[in-house]
């Protein structure tokens, strides 16, 4: 099967770096996008089957790219992971609202967004690679 | 300038004592009172609502309304107005009992200078102008501080993403292994940064208790779990500080009605405080008992062998901000553990306290009520209804498109369907009982109600339109049903104690419980 393609929607290079790296490891392909236009775009030009989505982002926000995507047919159907930092309650409304398939708070935990990627993607639970020291967070 | 015409509202039933209020304005200048004059608290409560109204003169004792009762009335139907109380000499003590009800003074009748009225009217409005100012400008304070606290938390969250991120990366080889040396320094600094995580998590969450944010959703859940819980998570934190950490519980302990996740929260902040304070080769104890006080809670109890809390200190310990001055132990808190801790165990219907001598280590006790169905149904059995009651268990089920609810599915929706619920049902008649752990696809809410087969109908129509119209719910693909069963209609026997009825009833509600949550998770393997 070929490696399923994520789409990395969010401001801070770093996190995007730090999610490609963990996400490669466990054999799906990445490609980036740092503000809501260009995640727009980007899902056009590679269709990724699963979206990695900030909230809070230059040109627009999370939200923006989640409606602009419902509007075309093909992109409506990939499912949404949100991350953000935003504060939890009215923002995780309004994220499954409008269509997200999971709402994540950062500092996101990686064996979690693996777990809710592996769901939101239909894969079974048991061929995840195990993330050592990532469990937990007191 | 031109001052203002005064509107005073005279709600007094003797019209003897109208005119002789009316008399002591006569020496004011016209147009700088106008009095209106009403006999009965009903046409007062329209007239004040409609607004306009600069001051309430109040008599207590009306055609249709007594005592304190008028005062509650008139504030809740114009809360902004300041309100005098106007009594005869034997009522004083009710007078001045007022005042803690929203008056803002009052005046006894035969004893008030003429001149003196109008000039009581005009500082009692000015005084309430000024306590409306400061109010305002608190609660504004304190949403600015709210809003700079989530802002902060916020801000802070991203770039320790970035470094819990690649700090993680690296722990797990992904760029090739490492040798122990560098993997132990990298292991200190994911211990800051959950740390530090925990921190802003506090910040944030006391923003929550500050405006009453906090999710607490209670339901029947065992206490020995959440210890263990504990016990396992700061297990690491207690070897590294060569503590020893140890739970001591009681057999058989009864379930708690609390929230799981709370509770584990209060534990972790108890127990996480107490290694802190400890010296190295100490111990941490969590205990847990049926509460010789009250035997309807159970308490919790983390002792320590550290420092102690000096006396003077002992009753600001549970304060916002509060950090014990101890300059042997290194500070690694905002001092808002015990706040959110305090906030979470009262929430939950709970005391805590904490008793130390100093150099002998502290000891914090929280308590938590034990689950109890016959005391959660009592409330529709008052004493008037002692005849045959039929009673309807009607069950609500919420599952989803997929046949399996997520976990955090759950936890976003309890709240609103239970409130949407609470929407449909009758106070007095109907018990929206807590969540329970029914651990099936689905979530299973539950209602007693005291009627028939044809009042549990019409109440499974009522839900079934509320939810039905529910964009929330229609938006998150969720399903739900809604249905009823009816048990035996029950009959208190006449040598029977409340509590021994309560306790018949309550167990043929529990078996109807169990058998729809079984026949759930049979039906979905």
């Not at chain 1, 923006?64 to 009215?90: C, F, K, N, W």
Request: overall charge negative; glycine content about 8%.
């Amino acid at each position: 099967m070929d490696s399923r393609k994520i789409l990395i929607v969010d401001d801070n290079a770093d996190i995007r770096l730090g999610m490609h790296l963990r996400l490669k490891a466990n054999q799906y392909q990445t490609f980036f996008a740092a503000d809501a236009f260009s995640g727009v775009a980007e899902a056009r030009k590679h269709r990724p089957d699963l979206i990695i989505l900030d909230l809070g982002l230059p040109a627009g926000d999370g939200f923006t790219v989640m409606e602009r995507l419902s509007q075309i047919p093909v992109l409506a159907v990939i499912p949404i992971i949100v991350v953000s930092a935003r504060d939890g309650l009215g923002n995780q409304k309004r994220a499954y609202a409008a269509g997200a398939k999971a709402f994540l708070q950062k500092p996101v935990n990686d064996d979690e967004l693996l777990a809710v990627i592996r769901q939101a993607l239909g894969e079974p639970a048991g061929m995840k690679k195990p993330t050592l020291y990532d469990q937990g967070s007191v | 300038m031109k001052e203002k015409t005064l509107q005073v509202l005279v709600i007094e039933d003797n019209a003897g004592d109208v005119r002789l209020l009316r008399e002591m304005f006569s020496g004011e200048k016209p147009g700088s009172f106008e009095l209106t004059h009403l006999m009965r608290m009903s046409e007062a409560e329209i007239h004040l609502a409609k607004g306009g109204v600069d001051i309430t003169l109040l008599d207590m004792g009306l055609p249709d309304g007594h005592g304190i009762d008028t005062v509650r009335r008139a504030h809740a139907a114009a809360p902004g107005v300041p309100l005098i109380i106007l009594t005869g000499l034997d009522d004083e003590a009710l007078a001045a009992d007022a005042m803690t009800q929203g008056a803002q003074d009052y005046m006894i009748k035969g004893q008030i200078e003429s001149r003196a009225l109008p000039r009581a009217l005009r500082h009692a409005i000015e005084r309430h102008r000024m306590q409306a100012e400061t109010d305002l400008i608190r609660t504004h304070q304190m949403q600015f501080k709210d809003e700079f606290l989530s802002h902060v938390s916020h801000e802070l969250r991203s770039p320790l993403t970035a470094v819990r991120q690649f700090v993680t990366i690296l722990l797990d080889g992904l760029p090739g292994e490492m040798n122990p040396e560098q993997r132990q320094y990298l292991e200190i600094v994911l211990r800051n940064v959950k740390q530090l995580h925990s921190m802003i998590n506090d910040l944030f969450e006391v923003s929550g208790v500050q405006t009453g944010k906090l999710k607490v959703e209670p339901q029947c859940t065992s206490a020995p779990d959440a210890i263990a819980y504990a016990v396992n998570t700061l297990q690491g934190a207690a070897v590294l500080k060569g503590i020893i950490l140890s739970a001591d519980i009681e057999p058989k302990l009864p379930s708690v009605c609390a929230d799981p996740a709370r509770l584990r929260q209060i534990l972790i902040i108890l127990v996480d405080n107490a290694i802190k304070f400890t010296p190295p080769n100490g111990t941490v104890t969590i205990q847990a008992r049926i509460f010789d006080e009250d035997p309807s809670s159970l308490v919790l109890e983390v002792s320590d062998s550290g420092c102690g809390i000096e006396p003077d200190k002992i009753g600001r310990i549970f304060e916002r901000l509060f950090q014990a001055s101890d300059t042997s132990a290194v500070h690694t808190g905002l001092g808002l553990g015990l706040y959110i801790c305090k906030d979470l165990v009262t929430r939950q219907g709970g005391k805590i306290w904490a008793h130390s001598a100093q150099g002998e280590g502290a000891v914090f006790s929280a308590t938590i009520p034990i689950f109890s169905l016959p005391k959660m149904i009592a409330p529709a059995f008052s004493e008037e209804r002692q005849v045959e009651l039929p009673i309807t268990l009607v069950v609500t089920e919420l599952g989803s498109q997929t046949g399996w609810l997520s976990d955090q599915i759950r936890a976003d929706q309890c709240q609103g369907m239970r409130d949407l619920l609470r929407g449909c049902l009758h106070s007095d008649l109907d018990v929206l009982l807590p969540r329970t752990d029914s651990a099936g696809p689905v979530e299973l809410f539950f209602v007693v109600a005291i009627t028939d087969g044809i009042g549990g109908e019409a109440i499974c129509k009522r839900i079934g339109k509320k939810l039905g119209s529910s964009e929330h719910l229609r938006l998150a693909d969720l399903t739900h049903s809604t249905s009823y069963r009816s048990l035996e209609a029950c009959r208190r026997e006449s040598i029977e104690s409340k509590e021994d009825f309560l306790e018949r009833v309550a167990t043929s509600i529990q078996e109807l419980m169990n058998d729809e949550i079984s026949s759930r998770q049979v039906k979905n393997g």
